[in-house]
Antibody, heavy 120, light 106 residues
Framework: EVQLVESGGGLVEPGRSLRLSCTTS????????MSWFRQAPGKGLEWVGF??????????EYAASVKGRFSISRDDSKSIAYLQMNNLKTEDTAVYYC???????????WGQGTLVTVSS | DIQMTQSPSTLSASVGDRVTITCRAS??????LAWYQQKPGKAPKLLIY???TLESGVPSRFSGSGSGTEFSLTISSLQPDDFATYYC????????FGQGTKVEIK
């Protein structure tokens, strides 16, 4: 069974950093591209960033709202994808989801999400 | 950036009703469109991809159609489990979502 489990969320002050983890099971992480999405309280869904599989170069892309502050990495040997969030702002408050992209580039599996609250 | 516009924002319906949600893209996305269902406190669940392909395990009362810039999601006979928020998502160029359609009990 494919599973994605996010962790690492919590309350953090503006300007600080946080690292989220997406622990996967039931499939070989190395074969897949992964994305992070977020959903602010009571709002819609927003794409945050993306990492290609290592065989496709392992490169990353980011939404303009987080570019230069957030970075995505992966440790395929541990089946974990990461979202490093630096210089957090109050508007980054959201539930963060990781997703698996199949060859069709839509997200076929999503984690349950982890809440990040940025507040002083 | 490709903008996605869904309508209506809220839809009130009864069990057994046929409901349709529409989604418009700001430029052609051919058929690179997915539909998701989200319930409160839960992750989005994939229903349809490539505009009209039903994800495995999704009931056949859900169907999708369209191409280019105009798309729709239809539930042929609304069931109690279907009351939720629905999002369209384009994946032609990165990923953007419509603002969502909440299907509520009439």
């Amino acid at each position: 069974e494919v599973q994605l489990v996010e962790s690492g969320g919590g309350l953090v002050e503006p300007g600080r950093s946080l690292r989220l983890s997406c622990t996967t099971s039931g499939f070989t992480l190395g074969d897949y591209a992964m994305s992070w999405f977020r959903q602010a309280p009571g709002k819609g869904l927003e794409w945050v960033g993306f990492i290609r599989s290592k065989t496709s170069g392992g490169t990353t892309e980011y939404a303009a709202s987080v570019k230069g502050r957030f970075s995505i990495s992966r440790d395929d040997s541990k089946s974990i994808a990461y979202l490093q969030m630096n210089n957090l702002k109050t508007e980054d408050t959201a539930v963060y989801y990781c997703t698996r992209h199949n060859s069709g580039w839509y997200g076929d599996y999503w984690g349950q999400g982890t809440l990040v609250t940025v507040s002083s | 950036d490709i903008q996605m516009t869904q309508s209506p924002s809220t839809l009130s319906a009864s069990v057994g009703d046929r409901v349709t949600i529409t989604c418009r893209a700001s430029q052609s996305i051919t058929s690179w469109l997915a539909w998701y269902q989200q319930k409160p406190g839960k992750a989005p669940k994939l229903l349809i991809y490539k505009a009209s392909t039903l994800e495995s395990g999704v009931p056949s009362r859900f169907s999708g159609s369209g191409s280019g810039t105009e798309f729709s999601l239809t539930i042929s006979s609304l069931q109690p489990d279907d009351f939720a928020t629905y999002y369209c998502q384009q994946y032609n160029s990165y990923w953007t979502f419509g603002q969502g359609t909440k299907v509520e009990i009439k």
